[in-house]
């Protein structure tokens, strides 16, 4: 391979690197700034989100941390900061308390759903649903799935909802979809 072969092969390598990384990064967006890898697990990357410190905060209080490391695969509907501010006031000191875990554990876990469900499966879902789609959490109940202009909305057992604001976060062991409400079984 003469040199003007070699400058090109490696030319075009490097413009293959760029775009794989350029579209790694529009498949896996940040959340509140903060870079999230596909080959960290949830909890890894979610430690890493300043929007997202109260969930985390409640993942450790309900002693989930494991769970989210583990293999999965899990895709978690996860409230922002400002979601869990919505709350009535105290709420949050509230469920954070030692005699509180299991309500703790049984609305953390109703963010979750088995396996790894992104936003194109949802909305196939939905469609074949005729404009919604259920999905058991682990917790037990079912959220409820509905789209309209793009949008996602889950609605909760108890009649609330949330909206995907930032969908499709791929992580090792799952996905995250950020939402805007915490959703109450």
């Given at each position: 391979m003469n040199l003007k072969n070699a400058f090109l092969a490696a030319s075009a390598a490097a413009v293959l690197a760029l775009t794989s990384l350029t579209a790694s990064a529009q498949t896996n967006p940040q959340v509140g700034?903060?870079?999230?890898?596909?080959?960290?697990?949830?909890?890894?990357?979610?430690?890493?989100?300043?929007?997202?410190?109260?969930?985390?905060?409640?993942?450790?209080?309900?002693?989930?941390?494991?769970?989210l490391e583990s293999k999965g695969p899990f895709t978690v509907?996860?409230?922002?900061?400002?979601?869990?501010?919505?709350?009535?006031?105290?709420?949050?000191?509230?469920?954070l308390k030692p005699e509180?875990?299991?309500?703790?554990?049984?609305i953390l876990t109703y963010h979750v759903v088995p396996g790894k469900i992104d936003t194109k499966k949802i909305l196939h879902d939905i469609k074949k649903?005729?404009?919604?789609?259920?999905?058991?959490?682990?917790?037990?109940?079912?959220?409820?799935f509905t789209e309209s202009g793009g949008a996602i909305t889950i609605t909760d057992a108890?009649?609330?909802?949330?909206?995907?604001?930032?969908?499709?976060?791929?992580?090792?062991?799952?996905?995250?979809?950020?939402?805007?409400?915490?959703?109450?079984?």
């Amino acid at each position: 391979m003469n040199l003007k072969n070699a400058f090109l092969a490696a030319s075009a390598a490097a413009v293959l690197a760029l775009t794989s990384l350029t579209a790694s990064a529009q498949t896996n967006p940040q959340v509140g700034g903060a870079d999230m890898y596909p080959t960290k697990n949830i909890v890894e990357n979610a430690v890493n989100s300043p929007i997202n410190t109260t969930l985390v905060a409640a993942v450790k209080a309900a002693g989930l941390v494991p769970t989210l490391e583990s293999k999965g695969p899990f895709t978690v509907f996860a409230p922002t900061n400002d979601a869990f501010a919505k709350l009535p006031a105290g709420t949050v000191d509230t469920l954070l308390k030692p005699e509180n875990k299991a309500t703790l554990v049984k609305i953390l876990t109703y963010h979750v759903v088995p396996g790894k469900i992104d936003t194109k499966k949802i909305l196939h879902d939905i469609k074949k649903g005729g404009g919604k789609a259920m999905l058991k959490t682990v917790e037990g109940e079912d959220l409820t799935f509905t789209e309209s202009g793009g949008a996602i909305t889950i609605t909760d057992a108890k009649g609330g909802t949330a909206s995907i604001t930032t969908a499709d976060v791929f992580q090792s062991n799952g996905v995250i979809h950020v939402i805007d409400a915490v959703l109450m079984p």
